[in-house]
């Protein structure tokens, strides 16, 4: 992925203005020193969105988002980081430059962008007039493609020709670099030039979700192996984070807010045309956290479409895992065996395929009939088998909401005690994670908060806050960071200047919380006190955590011994109701 060079980013902060930005979004109202506005990020009827014009920072009293103009830009319009900074460039009139080995010298995202959609263009008037692309189009018949889907899709044909596209792309003027830094064309080995990558195939463009094509799909027509080949990895695409079809999908997310996750390019173009809509493919792999990470931005939920039979099965508990491990809700809609969704439209019709979209069973059921497939749920063992692989994915969900929600379904399904599941639980997170992370808003990190807001409110504060506290001294790794750059900032200019602060920051995440705190807005008169209140707040806390923490420990180890005499127990009456047989 090319990088944006710090020098843009540096200038695209200075050059915006938190204002002009968001009111091009949103109606902003005048209030005092700040501006208001209903919410964009959460339903609301009185305006609890405020916007900074002093220090550049927006933060919500509703919803508690913040950030600033980046951030704004991100939420709004789902955009990742390097994208809102080429969106506020352009708003702004600065030249987005690269860094130095971010990419091909001279290279940039543009010139891919270019050299994709030119290349589009050739395959797709390919498809529709070349002699040659006959058994595309027949295949294409076959599969129950209309000419309105394929023009939709933008479907092309690649010639079986070692540079049929090569000598276009010279000819259209486009550098054998740039066709080769968007994977078009290959190097050859050990010898100069290069060579078409895609020969004689049928090509599925892959677009962003901006629709902007950013690589290539192809399938061979011949008994050829492999069947399915893609762009490599570019500047402007990642196999690990595209999806086919998600510029189409996203259209229908506004109101379902739920993704179907399938396997192949026709499992998204049949349904999409027999106006079954959501549906989005993963390029060749696994689903993987940056794939989750980017539909959390359009969806709630996601649903995996599989087919009945076991292959598909084992592929979802794979998935599985992974999506415990995010902040996503996540469904299982299953088909008829042996049925691709494509298969279900054409054999069924698309009313069949939607009836098994509407009802996606959750998670949890999947997994436990699943789990019962595999162990059986007859033996004491199988039991406590189950429950053992449960909790091992239980462990993984960071929300602790839902996860105390699934332990108490799991109890009640075995009949178990809530607390001897959770005990285990703990001792499992444990080992996973030696260092036990703290609460998330445990009086320890308001306590820290408050310092750096005093800080930012007065620089005899700040000087005071960063004498009795050490970055290193806060409970939470953003607060020891937001600490380390608030200090630099001190030292370097004196005080820690809000806007400054923020302009300072680069990780999202960072800007978010450094906004937040901004917003408190404490008055310069009452820092002073505040400081001297949340150090104190600070110091007895530290000292109570760290008690707690080694009462949890011994109490984790007592439980030990408590959770396998109930799994004992449990799995003895489990024993018993087996042998009474049958008849009863
Ligand atoms: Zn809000």
């Given at each position: ?446 306590a820290g908060?408050e310092l750096l807001?005093c800080a ?8 005071e806050v960063r004498h009795k506290v050490p970055a290193g001294g806060y409970p939470?790794?953003?607060l020891r960071?937001?600490a380390?750059?608030a200090y ?43 400081v001297?209140?949340a150090v104190?707040?600070l110091e007895?806390?530290s ?42």
């Amino acid at each position: 992925m090319a990088l944006i060079s710090q020098e843009t980013i540096d200038e695209v902060k200075r050059a915006v203005d938190i204002i002009e930005v968001v009111s091009g979004y949103v109606t902003l109202k005048r209030a005092g020193a700040s501006y208001k506005a209903l919410c964009p990020f959460h339903e609301e009827k009185t305006p609890s969105f405020n916007v900074n014009p002093e220090r550049q920072f927006f933060h919500c009293f509703g919803c508690g988002k913040s950030g600033d103009a980046i951030s704004f830009v991100m939420s709004y319009e789902k955009a990742e980081y390097p994208d809102a900074i080429r969106i506020l460039a352009d708003k702004a009139g600065v030249a987005v430059r690269y860094a130095e080995g971010g990419g091909p010298a001279g290279i940039g995202r543009e010139d891919l962008h270019k050299v994709n959609e030119w290349a589009a263009g050739v395959f797709r008037s390919l498809l529709q007039k070349a002699p040659e692309a006959e058994a595309a189009r027949a295949f294409l018949a076959r599969r129950g493609v209309s000419d309105e889907a394929a023009e939709l899709f933008r479907l092309g044909f690649s010639m079986e020709s070692w540079d049929y596209l090569l000598s276009r792309g010279r000819r259209a003027g486009f550098d054998e670099k740039v066709l080769s830094a968007a994977g078009l064309i290959v190097e050859r080995e050990g010898r100069s030039g290069y060579y078409d990558r895609f020969r004689g195939r049928l090509v599925f463009p892959i677009l962003s979700p901006q629709g902007k094509v950013i690589a290539f799909g192809a399938r061979t027509l011949k008994d050829e192996h492999p069947k399915f080949i893609n762009s490599p990895e570019t500047a402007v695409f990642s196999k690990g984070r595209g999806f086919y079809g998600l510029h189409l999908s996203r259209e229908a997310y506004g109101e379902t807010r739920a993704a179907y996750i399938v396997e192949g390019y026709m499992d998204v173009i049949v349904p999409h045309q027999a106006g079954v809509r959501g549906l989005v493919a993963t390029l060749g792999t696994a689903l993987t956290r940056d794939h989750l990470k980017i539909l959390r931005r359009f969806v709630d939920k996601v649903v995996l479409v599989f087919d009945a039979d076991a292959a598909g099965r084992k592929a979802s508990e794979r998935g599985l895992d992974l999506l415990l491990s995010e902040n996503v809700d996540i469904f299982v809609a299953e088909l008829p065996a042996g049925l691709d969704p494509d298969d279900v439209v054409l054999k069924h019709g698309p009313d069949k395929l939607r009836e098994c979209l509407e009802k996606p069973r959750e998670i949890f059921d999947f997994l436990m009939e699943s789990l019962t497939r595999k162990h059986g749920a007859e033996t004491p063992a199988a039991k406590a088998r189950i429950v053992e692989e449960m909790l091992e994915r239980l462990g993984q969900i960071p929300d602790p909401v839902k996860q105390e929600l699934l332990v108490q379904q799991l109890a009640r399904r075995f009949n178990l005690e809530e607390r001897t599941l959770r005990g285990r639980l703990a001792r499992t997170a444990a080992a996973a994670a030696p260092a036990v992370a703290p609460l998330p808003t445990s009086a320890l990190e308001i306590a820290g908060r408050e310092l750096l807001a005093c800080a930012a409110a007065d620089p005899a504060a700040a000087a005071e806050v960063r004498h009795k506290v050490p970055a290193g001294g806060y409970p939470t790794e953003t607060l020891r960071r937001l600490a380390e750059v608030a200090y630099g900032l001190l030292e370097r200019t004196g005080a820690v200047e809000g806007r400054e602060l923020l302009r300072a920051l680069q990780d999202p995440a960072l800007v978010e919380a450094a906004a937040a705190l901004l917003a408190q807005e404490v008055p310069r008169a009452e820092a002073a006190g505040r400081v001297r209140s949340a150090v104190s707040t600070l110091e007895r806390e530290s000292a109570k955590t760290e008690l707690k923490e080694r009462q949890a420990r011994l109490r984790s180890a007592a439980d030990e011994k408590e959770v396998d005499e109930v799994l004992r127990q449990a799995m003895k009456r489990s024993r018993n109701e087996h042998w009474r047989g049958p008849g009863r």
